[in-house]
T-cell receptor, first 110, second 114 residues
């Protein structure tokens, strides 16, 4: 069974810093990996999806990379802003099911 | 607007009283799924459906039922709710097929079983 781990569980940074969130998974046989943002009490918003054949995807200040062979993905956030404060979740899709990490709670301090 | 909707958003009930949480999507997606989210455990998949009349168990199906009679709807049924089913529930959908298709989530239903 796929196990997904996100480290750190919580992160606090001053505004303007660049930061990296980590996601690791145990089985490299995946179709894709998706990063989500979750605000308190809200649903999940898709940020980036990386197909298994891709190495990275970019959207604005966000860049996600995937190293399938080592079972790792990173989400890089440039020039962090207070509005980036949220929980960030990664999920892998090995087949028809999805497996989520427990998330990294990010606080950006003004 | 393309979206996944869930109703109700909040529900407090008592042990043993049957309930249904509805989920609907307007994107003509083939794949729909239910998750529960619990502190420290993350999101876990309950059931998913690849298309009308095709459903399969996720990792935590015990105590839940689903049906997929129409493409747009995927209700979650708790026949006899118990307190350990108190959780935040999410419905999601995506287009079937290749690895490029993102999963879209509803706003969540917070269920409390007393």
């Amino acid at each position: 069974k796929q196990e997904v781990t996100q480290i750190p569980a919580a992160l606090s940074v001053p505004e303007g810093e660049n930061l990296v969130l980590n996601c690791s998974f145990t089985d490299s046989a995946i179709y894709n990996l998706q990063w989500f943002r979750q605000d308190p009490g809200k649903g999940l918003t898709s940020l980036l999806l990386i197909q298994s054949s891709q190495r990275e995807q970019t959207s604005g200040r966000l860049n996600a990379s995937l190293d399938k062979s080592s079972g790792r993905s990173t989400l890089y956030i440039a020039a962090s802003q207070p509005g980036d404060s949220a929980t960030y979740l990664c999920a892998v899709r090995p087949g028809n099911q999805f497996y989520f990490g427990t998330g990294t709670s990010l606080t950006v301090i003004p | 607007e393309a979206q996944v909707t869930q109703n109700p958003r909040y529900l407090i009930t008592v042990t043993g009283k049957k309930l249904t949480v509805t989920c609907s999507q307007n994107m003509n997606h083939e794949y729909m799924s239910w998750y529960r989210q619990d502190p420290g455990l993350g999101l876990r998949q309950i059931y998913y459906s690849m298309n009308v009349e095709v459903t399969d168990k996720g990792d935590v199906p015990e105590g839940y039922k689903v049906s997929r009679k129409e493409k747009r709807n995927f209700p979650l049924i708790l026949e006899s709710p118990s307190p350990n089913q108190t959780s935040l529930y999410f419905c999601a959908s995506r287009k079937a097929g290749g690895a490029i298709n993102e999963q879209f989530f509803g706003p969540g239903t917070r269920l409390t079983v007393l």
